[in-house]
């Protein structure tokens, strides 16, 4: 696909307001797939956008191919995150105040693997940056089994490329999120680790 013509347009708190519907439902295309095989929920995910609007200091980083979003990527001081992501930060002694957090990417099939993913590391970080007063960016990715039999066989392992942007993997920054996947009754425990990296770095 030619994404000569992509644009990235990077918002703030409220101002994400008139996107949240497509990005809603782009979110749960997304997640569908492996690793997250997420089924999704239209009202949870306006649910959760509109909570990182709350927060004035939140960006968002919208890739438009033409006037119509084909990707978001989103981060917000952790601080003002829900509490169950600092908590593992507060246990291993960091400042939550300090940390700027990288929520997801999600980017459409056909768009991938042109450099739109650079773009939102950049994005995120020169926004942390901007703000001042943080020390780490950081993240945190589902963990799944190597020998997973849903994992397909194109699927891309994208550890290199945090690993590019100087994010180190944190054995000791674990959580647990639930959410139901596609095929499940019910909601169940996924296991989440955390990456992170000095700002600057």
Do not use: N
């Amino acid at each position: 696909m030619d994404t000569s013509g992509i644009s990235v347009k990077t918002v703030s708190g409220s101002e994400v307001g008139p996107y949240v519907p497509d990005l809603a439902l782009l979110r749960m295309e997304v997640f569908r797939e492996y690793p997250y095989l997420y089924e999704g929920s239209l009202d949870y995910e306006s649910e959760y956008l509109l909570s990182y609007a709350k927060s004035q200091r939140s960006v968002f980083a919208l890739a438009f191919d033409g006037d119509k979003v084909v990707g978001v990527s989103t981060g917000l001081p952790l601080a003002d995150a829900d509490g169950e992501f600092a908590e593992p930060f507060l246990k291993s002694g960091y400042a939550i105040e300090q940390v700027f957090y990288f929520g997801e990417s999600v980017l459409r099939r056909g768009y991938r693997g042109q450099g739109i993913g650079s773009r939102f590391m950049k994005e995120r970080e020169r926004h942390a940056r901007a703000l001042g007063g943080f020390d780490y960016c950081a993240f945190c990715a589902v963990r799944r089994a190597e020998d997973d039999p849903r994992r397909p066989a194109d699927y891309a392992d994208l550890s290199a490329f945090w690993k590019k942007y100087g994010f180190v993997e944190q054995p000791d920054l674990e959580a647990s999120f639930s959410w139901k996947e596609i095929g499940e009754s019910e909601e169940s425990s996924k296991p989440m680790r955390f990456w992170l990296k000095r700002i600057g770095e």
